[in-house]
Every structure is written in C-alpha cells, then in structure tokens.
C-alpha cells in the first residue's frame, strides 16, 4: 500500500557531502512524522533525525550540526543533507514513516541505502 524508495547513498571520503533521498508513493491519507534511521553492521538501528509534518526537526546528538533533515509535503518527499561526513557515519540508512492510511496509522520503511565514508 505505502512504499517508501531511497536515493543518493554512496561512497565518500571523510569530510565529504551527500544528500539521501526518499519518496514516498501509494495509497495513503497523509504521512506524519518522516524520518531517517541507521545500521552499521553489528548494531542495532539508530534514530538519526526525524520531521513532523509542520516541519519540526530532531536530530541525534552525533550528527547535530553535520546532517538537515528536510521534507517537502507537496511531493511527498524527505531528504537528508549529510555534511562533514565521518567513517562512524557508515551505514544502511532508512527512510521511516508514519503513514495513515484509511483510519489507521502505520509504521513504514524504505529498503535503505548504503553509505560508506573512507579515511
């Protein structure tokens, strides 16, 4: 019903820059709270930021400052601009929403994307 597709992981060298994407498509009322998560292997997945809907921001303490998480309601899209990027950053990173469809809210993922930052 609800798929959420990922973009723009990659490889990077510390300090460099990129920008994940997700769409969001379906049959859906609205989409909630967005967010991005992270696994690196042997860990569990981490929050690493999240948006409501009207646009409030969330972000874990490591990458403050670095990442902005952004979405744009219209297209049903959420982005993450990844700045200074450091080896710890490495991970499968996913898309997360909270999605009502019909009279029920649900809990989606995207398939994630790999992001790898070398020395």
């Known amino acids: 019903q609800v798929q959420l597709v990922e973009s723009g992981g990659g490889l990077v060298q510390a300090g460099g820059s990129l920008r994940l994407s997700c769409a969001a498509s379906?049959?859906?009322?609205?989409?909630?709270?967005l967010g991005w998560y992270r696994q690196a292997p042997g860990k569990q997945r981490d929050l690493v930021a999240d948006i409501s809907r009207g646009g409030s921001p969330k972000y874990a303490d490591s990458v403050k400052g670095r990442f902005t998480i952004s979405r744009d309601n219209v297209k049903n899209a959420l982005y993450l601009q990844m700045n200074s990027l450091k080896p710890e950053d490495t991970a499968v990173y996913y898309c997360y929403g909270r999605v009502q469809v019909g009279l029920c809210l649900g809990d989606y993922w995207g398939q994630g994307t790999q992001v790898t930052v070398s020395s």
């Open positions: 379906g049959n859906f009322f609205s989409i909630n709270t």
